[in-house]
């Protein structure tokens, strides 16, 4: 990894978009720090610190956000409206013919579904910031002014910063794209997520030190805190090996006479790779067992009544939602794999290049065939993530530990580091390619 980064850096192209990204990562936690108008960051902190703000959304747009939300600064949305907006044109792409035959254009397709994306989510930022703000008017009295004109102008400003902060992210997010090394959004989200490792660092050295401090030292944190760090570790390397995890199935192609000359004859391979949807499953999982302890915020629910009892199972330090985080990750692994992989369009594929699969025959059986290894696949990358997800939730709720250790955040941050290294390899190669002149 050092020595990719060191090697990038002394081609001198490579090292104006490091730093161009670099510049542009800057000025996305500057706007992290810059606080709106008229939101109490106290009250937000307190929310979130409590039981009821931990397993809801709110809670899971400031890990996003990297603690933006809690301090009600500018970027407090995060890339949460973009994410959302691309999963529903995704979405809709495969349900609208319209879109798909868009999908399918091109270049020129590409970018008028990144035009529909874009005005998306100014809609969705929109609807989100008036959610929170009423959330935080009616429920957490964060807000300054909530009376006469005077309120109703200190809501167009707080709506509008949160608006305009998740459109800016989007804007520096399309920069990285054009001019930096990476995917833009999703390095800001890995910005977001990193900036919150001094916190989890801190917090596990304060639980090391009470193994041997005070009058009564709790000893067992002198064995707990190795071995979550060691399984912190683990972690990585298990996502690392699953990131890079793929089923090779055989190709081969006929030959073809062309004039005097024959073509074809040689062999491939077909690539499925273990983890197929990335952390998109999570991300839908984690977003839908939200929606419960959401709406207990947004309403005044009975602490005795049956609905808050029906609630408490939604949180997140429970085995029941751990079961249904596990199964739903499982579900929702199968269905977004469904979506972006047809087994009857590879095999067409296949057949129009006169590609074969050894022991295949063409058509049906292809397709059969290819089906069978992608649903195996995503069995097993489905059990992984699922397990990747739900081991810090089970080591939280064991060792009663508070370690702020998502498998999102860590599936999140190892991912979009594999891939940005890859760029800077494939980056350097295409550099110090000779060609074939030489």
Same mark, same amino acid.
């Given at each position: 990894?050092?020595?990719?980064?060191?090697?990038?850096?002394?081609?001198?192209?490579?090292?104006?978009?490091?730093?161009?990204?670099?510049?542009?990562?800057?000025?996305?936690?500057?706007?992290?720090?810059?606080?709106?108008?008229?939101?109490?960051?106290?009250?937000?902190?307190?929310?979130?610190?409590?039981?009821?703000?931990?397993?809801? &959304?709110?809670?899971?747009? /400031?890990?996003?956000?990297? *603690?933006?939300?809690? +301090?009600?600064? #500018? @970027? !407090?949305?995060?890339?949460?409206?973009?994410?959302?907006?691309?999963?529903?044109?995704?979405?809709?792409?495969?349900?609208?013919?319209?879109?798909?035959?868009?999908?399918?254009?091109?270049?020129?397709?590409?970018?008028?579904?990144?035009?529909?994306?874009?005005?998306?989510?100014?809609?969705?930022?929109?609807?989100?910031?008036?959610?929170?703000?009423?959330?935080?008017?009616?429920?957490?009295?964060?807000?300054?002014?909530?009376?006469?004109?005077?309120?109703?102008?200190?809501?167009?400003?707080?709506?509008?910063?949160?608006?305009?902060?998740?459109?800016?992210?989007?804007? &520096?997010?399309?920069?990285? /794209?054009?001019?930096?090394? *990476?995917?833009?959004? +999703?390095?800001? #989200? @890995? !910005?977001?997520?990193?900036?919150?490792?001094?916190?989890?660092?801190?917090?596990?050295?304060?639980?090391?030190?009470?193994?041997?401090?005070?009058?009564?030292?709790?000893?067992?944190?002198?064995?707990?805190?190795?071995?979550?760090?060691?399984?912190?570790?683990?972690?990585?390397?298990?996502?690392?090996?699953?990131?890079?995890?793929?089923?090779?199935?055989?190709?081969?192609?006929?030959?073809?006479?062309?004039?005097?000359?024959?073509?074809?004859?040689?062999?491939?391979?077909?690539?499925?790779?273990?983890?197929?949807?990335?952390?998109?499953?999570?991300?839908?999982?984690?977003?839908?067992?939200?929606?419960?302890?959401?709406?207990?915020?947004?309403?005044?629910?009975?602490?005795?009544?049956?609905?808050?009892?029906?609630?408490?199972?939604?949180?997140?330090?429970?085995?029941?939602?751990?079961?249904?985080?596990?199964?739903?990750?499982?579900?929702?692994?199968?269905?977004?794999?469904?979506?972006?992989?047809?087994?009857?369009?590879?095999?067409?594929?296949?057949?129009?290049?006169?590609?074969?699969?050894?022991?295949?025959?063409?058509?049906?059986?292809?397709?059969?065939?290819?089906?069978?290894?992608?649903?195996?696949?995503?069995?097993?990358?489905?059990?992984?993530?699922?397990?990747?997800?739900?081991?810090?939730?089970?080591?939280?709720?064991?060792?009663?530990?508070?370690?702020?250790?998502?498998?999102?955040?860590?599936?999140?941050?190892?991912?979009?580091?594999?891939?940005?290294?890859?760029?800077?390899?494939?980056?350097?190669?295409?550099?110090?390619?000779?060609?074939?002149?030489?």
């Amino acid at each position: 990894m050092f020595k990719t980064l060191r090697n990038a850096w002394s081609v001198p192209e490579l090292r104006k978009k490091l730093l161009y990204t670099l510049l542009i990562v800057l000025l996305f936690r500057i706007g992290t720090a810059v606080p709106v108008p008229f939101l109490d960051p106290s009250a937000l902190q307190q929310m979130l610190q409590s039981a009821e703000g931990a397993g809801n &959304l709110l809670g899971y747009l /400031d890990i996003l956000s990297g *603690g933006a939300f809690a +301090s009600a600064t #500018l @970027f !407090a949305l995060s890339i949460t409206p973009y994410i959302t907006s691309s999963i529903v044109i995704q979405l809709l792409t495969v349900a609208i013919p319209a879109l798909e035959r868009m999908a399918k254009e091109g270049e020129d397709g590409r970018k008028k579904i990144q035009r529909i994306t874009r005005y998306t989510t100014v809609g969705l930022a929109l609807l989100q910031a008036f959610a929170y703000y009423t959330l935080l008017r009616n429920q957490y009295q964060a807000v300054a002014y909530t009376e006469g004109w005077t309120g109703v102008f200190a809501a167009c400003v707080i709506i509008s910063a949160f608006c305009g902060g998740a459109m800016l992210i989007v804007y &520096l997010g399309e920069r990285i /794209d054009e001019h930096g090394i *990476g995917n833009g959004i +999703s390095l800001l #989200l @890995f !910005a977001g997520i990193v900036s919150r490792g001094y916190n989890a660092v801190k917090r596990l050295w304060d639980y090391f030190a009470l193994g041997f401090m005070g009058e009564n030292p709790e000893l067992k944190y002198l064995i707990l805190v190795p071995l979550i760090v060691v399984l912190f570790l683990a972690l990585i390397i298990a996502i690392i090996i699953m990131t890079n995890a793929e089923r090779r199935i055989p190709i081969q192609y006929a030959k073809r006479v062309v004039g005097r000359k024959m073509y074809g004859g040689n062999a491939s391979y077909l690539p499925v790779k273990v983890n197929m949807s990335g952390v998109m499953p999570i991300i839908f999982a984690s977003s839908l067992l939200a929606i419960p302890g959401t709406i207990a915020a947004f309403v005044n629910v009975n602490p005795t009544g049956f609905m808050a009892r029906f609630l408490s199972i939604f949180n997140h330090n429970t085995p029941v939602y751990g079961v249904l985080y596990f199964l739903l990750i499982l579900a929702f692994n199968y269905f977004y794999v469904a979506i972006q992989y047809n087994p009857i369009e590879l095999s067409n594929n296949l057949r129009n290049s006169s590609g074969t699969i050894p022991g295949i025959r063409p058509g049906r059986p292809t397709s059969d065939f290819i089906a069978r290894i992608i649903s195996k696949i995503t069995l097993i990358g489905g059990i992984i993530l699922g397990l990747v997800a739900v081991l810090p939730i089970a080591v939280a709720g064991l060792t009663k530990m508070n370690i702020s250790l998502g498998g999102t955040s860590i599936i999140i941050v190892v991912g979009v580091a594999l891939d940005t290294f890859r760029q800077l390899e494939s980056q350097m190669m295409m550099r110090h390619y000779k060609g074939f002149m030489d």
